[in-house]
């Protein structure tokens, strides 16, 4: 089971939720979710924009029930567990490696995105994604329309289902060779969850 807390505004749920679990405010399970943030965090340092009715979310949770999943893959596990909740209620969503949610339509766009934190024994996940507005004409927004609670309960309701990582990665290698090429992603996804590239592994894109 996991708790919701709900903010009409925020500056960041991970930032926030963070925070408060460094603090020991909190324990774990427990997600911090919005409709509109004002200062998120994008991978690789960037800043993800967020427009007003879109959905924030991050959650704490112990790294341990997940035991099968590989430390540098966390991002893809959840990443896909998301992108198969949303699939299943009409979307065409598909997972960018490493972490990313793209729409393909006339030409590639990002709606997404999500983040993984290790602290000792716990994760911070940390995942945006534009499901009624785009903020600019760079990204795209959700192909369907579904109420942000919805995806919310969708999404954990099946992540305690704890998928085997094997099965997982199967998948998404699966679409990951179809994509490759439109997504201009050059290398070979490994199975533990890299890519491989020059005959060298690479778990992101720092």
Do not use: H
């Not at 879109?54 to 999943?69: A, D, E, M, P």
Request: aromatic share 16%; with cysteine; net charge positive.
């Amino acid at each position: 089971m996991i708790k919701y807390v709900y903010y009409p505004e925020i500056t960041s749920t991970q930032k926030v939720l963070i925070n408060d679990f460094k603090n020991k405010k909190i324990k774990e399970n427990i997600c911090y979710w919005s409709d509109y943030q004002t200062d998120g965090i994008g991978s690789r340092g960037n800043k993800w924009i967020g427009k007003r009715g879109n959905l924030f979310f991050s959650f704490l949770v112990n790294k341990n029930i997940f035991s099968n999943v590989p430390l540098q893959s966390f991002s893809i596990y959840f990443g896909w567990i998301l992108k198969k909740v949303l699939n299943k209620n009409g979307s065409s969503v598909i997972l960018k490696w490493p972490n990313d949610f793209y729409l393909l339509k006339e030409k590639p766009k990002k709606i997404g995105g999500i983040i993984t934190n290790i602290f000792n024994d716990f994760l911070v996940v940390g995942i945006g994604l534009n499901t009624k507005f785009s903020p600019s004409n760079e990204f795209d927004c959700l192909d369907i329309n579904i109420k942000n609670v919805k995806i919310l309960e969708d999404f954990f309701n099946e992540i305690f289902l704890i998928y085997k990582f094997e099965d997982i990665i199967i998948e998404f290698k699966n679409e990951f060779d179809k994509t490759k090429q439109i997504l201009k992603i050059d290398g070979d996804l490994d199975f533990d969850g890299a890519l491989i590239k020059n005959n060298k592994k690479v778990y992101s894109k720092r």
